[in-house]
């Protein structure tokens, strides 16, 4: 790796962290010694890029830094086309659509070398075998999630009982044959994963919930977190 991809590497990493990150992290991560980091920390911050931290503690990317973000490496090429595919084969029709607009946004962006790796990939999905069909719409669901609104859905169960629901919805969970609506249901007073194939019908309401959808999630989060495995 040459010095100038290694500066680029370090930067990344800073960026994607919004903790600080120690010197021996990035030296493991790029596969270097610690000496080397230290020098190529020092480097950057003589190109004024807004660094912050000391050896032994740890380097912050300081926000307001403006670095092109599609300077993309072969590796993140790769990674995006490989992630593409897999939402085109299993995400809704809106989420499909857009990850074939986003390979063709990429294909322009990235420089003539890389775009080989988009139009003629080493990386693929097998499409899934046997998946299940939707009973909610899952792009409107995504918007009711950002909006903080209120589904009523009809719902079976896998006992075949089934019963109605007011939910909250949080986020919808990709498997390999299905998808899973995590949410607050108002009727069990707590959260509960919804099969979407299992769900009857549903009806979009406009009314909002009392929490902000952040806040939802994040209690969703430390409620996962902390039951019982």
């Known amino acids: ?54 050896a032994g503690f740890g380097y912050i990317l300081e926000d307001g830094f403006d670095m092109p973000p599609l ?32 390979l063709a946004k990429i294909k322009v962006a990235v420089s003539q070398s890389l775009r080989p790796l988009i139009a003629d ?31 009523r859905i009809e719902y079976r169960d896998e006992r075949g009982n089934r019963s109605q629901r007011v939910i909250w919805p949080i986020v919808i969970s990709f498997f390999e044959q299905t998808r899973i609506l995590a949410a607050w249901c108002e009727l069990r007073q707590d959260f509960r994963n919804f099969c979407t194939d299992r769900v009857e019908s549903a009806e979009f309401l406009d009314d909002k919930h009392s929490l902000r959808p952040t806040t939802l999630r994040q209690r969703w989060k430390r409620y996962m977190a902390e039951r019982p495995k």
Do not use: C
């Open 71 to 102: 300077m993309l490496t072969p590796d993140e090429v790769e990674a995006a086309v490989l992630g593409a595919q897999w939402v085109a084969s299993r995400g809704d029709p809106v989420l499909a659509a857009a990850a074939y607009d986003l």
């Open 1 to 54: 790796m040459s010095q100038a991809d290694r500066l680029f590497q370090i930067i990344q990493i800073l960026r994607r962290s919004s903790l600080p990150t120690t010197a021996k992290e990035i030296a493991a991560e790029l596969e270097v010694s610690t000496r080397t980091i230290y020098r190529d920390i020092f480097n950057l911050s003589g190109r004024r890029v807004p660094i912050r931290g000391e």
């Open 121 to 151: 990939p080493a990386v693929e999905t097998r499409p899934p075998f046997n998946p299940t069909s939707d009973g909610i719409d899952i792009a409107r669901t995504r918007a009711w999630i950002h909006e903080g609104r209120k589904i």
